[in-house]
Every structure is written in structure tokens, then in C-alpha cells.
């Protein structure tokens, strides 16, 4: 909530398959088995600066940025 008394809800979202098998040493929870949509390797096995490209996390708050920018005087 802004201090004008406005709302705003943000999300991301990323696709991809669950594995049978554990890839990746990197990461936490599902890290291991999450196939990201477009990728040939798992969460678990990106950098963080890959994992942070791609990031639900990441997504929402690059969408909040302007319309927090928007509101600052």
C-alpha cells in the first residue's frame, strides 16, 4: 500500500517441469528438479545471476519499481 491509500498487487511467474531425478548442487528447496521453460539445465545448476534473470522474486519486484517510482515527489 502506498501512502496515497492505493493498492497494488505485482506477481511473476515461471514455468517449467518437475524432474524425477535431483540435478544441481546450487539453489534450495525445489531447486534441484525445477526445469525452468526454455532451459536445459535446473535452477539448481544456474548462476545467480541466471536464476536472479529469470526469478518470480525478480519479476514482481521489476514490475513494482515503476509504480513505486511513480508515486515518490
Not at 51 to 71: C, E, F, N, T, Y
Amino acid at each position: 500500500m502506498l501512502p496515497s491509500g492505493e493498492e497494488y498487487v505485482v506477481q511473476g511467474q515461471v514455468d517449467g517441469v518437475l524432474l524425477t531425478q535431483r540435478r544441481g548442487v546450487g539453489g534450495f528447496g525445489y531447486d534441484p528438479i525445477f526445469l525452468p521453460d526454455g532451459f536445459d539445465i535446473t535452477t539448481a545448476e544456474m548462476t545467480s545471476d541466471q536464476k536472479d534473470a529469470i526469478s518470480h522474486r525478480g519479476q514482481a519486484m521489476r514490475a513494482l519499481v515503476p509504480l513505486i517510482q511513480d508515486h515518490v515527489h
